[in-house]
């Protein structure tokens, strides 16, 4: 979609959102925008005021339990989620029955792109709790018409046979856990490739299903392709990974997108990525800094959609990287590294101070009949590929935590 198509859309938008939305009435009116048609260019969108997460969550603050950025009285909306909690605390979002059909339609991309039909059968490997999480997924495979198989309240073992029983062919679920269940088939002696149906994986939470090693691992642990989908539960499914998986594209149908130096705030081919959501009127974000670090690619991809693409997903997100002797380190480059390591099942890491000097530990499960061989080769490829003495230790296996959702892989445990 070209510039003035998404602006039209966003005029069309902002007719409400002016009218009855009070935190973004009175954010555009301070911004000198009281009709829509103050906003007719480019220009004009890009003096519009950013939102962030910390000005949304203050609003719910003073004004529990939803704030005030709503366009509709409270009738109108149907669904209510909210955030995990990763990043702050949990913002509660609400949408209205047009706007959790536009996350169905959002999530109708990633389904083509991933080569998903009506025929398929789906596992959505979640809890299906507050979290939006796979939610929208769970809509959006109801409006292709695919079979989704419950597995809520599930244990892993049950969704494994569940898997099987079922004959099912596409998997959703975080990197993380797409893992921890291919770990448990494997204690169960299954051989996921030759004993299921999975075709397709599609993952999201995480970086992980962009980083090579992770991708590599789960497609070679389910024998299916792995896509990976970034969204936000506040902004919506805003990434999309084509039949190429040559990157991530920018779902510009449905967002405007912009990717700023974080700094200065000008257009950068690499920085934080902005965003603007044109079908969600009822609890719109707009210029909503997402906080995710993305790298725009300077070649159109091979598959045909003229939308932009980020080259390797999110990289990390911004108030997660951590400045480590020196060093800018996101967590997803470091799980790049470890997890070229085969015989790595699992692994953590903590950033500590010894009063002079910050320290990097990991500890590492390892399959390897002398785990101590292994930590010294993963102490290796960091020193080689950041520039970083990393304090590796191995631990037994099933050591480490594991979680169903996002993980929680990195921990700085230095006082501020």
């Keep these: 979609m070209d510039i003035h198509t998404q602006l039209y859309r966003l005029r069309e938008m902002l007719a409400p959102v002016l009218d009855t939305n009070a935190f973004y009435k009175q954010k555009l009116t301070e911004a000198g925008v009281t009709h829509p048609n103050d906003v007719q260019m480019l220009v004009d969108y890009r003096q519009l005021p ?50 959790w059909d536009w996350w169905g339609k959002c999530w109708g991309e990633i389904y083509r792109a991933a080569g998903v039909t009506s025929v398929d059968r789906l596992m959505i490997a979640f809890s299906f709790g507050p979290f939006i999480g796979f939610w929208s997924a769970y809509h959006g495979a109801q409006q292709l018409g695919a079979l989704i198989i419950p597995n809520g309240g599930m244990t892993s073992d049950q969704r494994i046979r569940a898997i099987l029983s ?25 051989n996921l490739p030759e004993e299921t149906s999975i075709r397709v994986t599609i993952h999201a939470g995480e970086p992980g299903a962009s ?15 792995a896509y990976d989908h970034a969204g936000a539960t506040e902004v919506g499914a805003w990434g999309v990974m084509c039949e190429p998986q040559a990157g991530v594209h920018l779902n510009e149908d449905e967002f405007i997108c912009e990717v700023l130096d974080p700094e200065t705030g000008n257009l950068a081919d690499e920085g934080e990525l902005v965003i603007t959501n044109l079908g969600r009127v009822g609890m719109p974000v707009i210029r909503y800094r997402t906080g995710d670090y993305v790298r725009l690619k300077s070649a159109a991809c091979e598959c045909g959609w003229g939308s932009r693409v980020l080259d390797g997903g999110v ?96 921990t700085d445990e230095r006082h501020p």
Aim: with cysteine; aromatic share 6%; net charge negative.
């Design 166 to 190: 079922n004959d099912v062919t596409v998997l959703i679920a975080t990197p993380t856990y797409a893992l921890r269940l291919a770990e448990v088939a494997e204690q169960d002696g299954l």
């Design 211 to 225: 980083l090579p090693a992770t991708k590599h691992r789960i497609e070679s642990r389910w024998g299916a392709r």
């Design 50 to 99: 950013f939102t962030t997460k910390e000005e949304l969550s203050t609003d719910q603050v003073s004004h529990p339990p939803y704030g005030t950025n709503l366009t509709f009285p409270l009738e109108r909306y149907t669904c209510l989620h909210r955030t995990s909690g990763t990043t702050g605390s949990p913002l509660r979002w609400l949408d209205t029955a047009e706007s």
């Design 315 to 410: 990289i990390g997100r911004l108030d997660k990287a951590v400045i480590i002797r020196g060093l800018n380190v996101y967590p997803a480059t470091l799980e790049n590294i470890v997890l070229k390591f085969p015989d790595v099942r699992e692994f953590s890491a903590r950033v500590y101070g010894t009063g002079t000097l910050d320290e990097l530990e990991i500890q590492v499960e390892s399959t390897h009949p002398n785990p101590a061989e292994t930590a010294t080769a993963v102490a290796a490829a960091i020193r080689d590929e950041l520039g970083l003495r990393a304090i590796v230790k191995a631990v037994p296996l099933e050591t480490l935590p594991r979680s169903e959702l996002k993980s929680n892989r990195f």
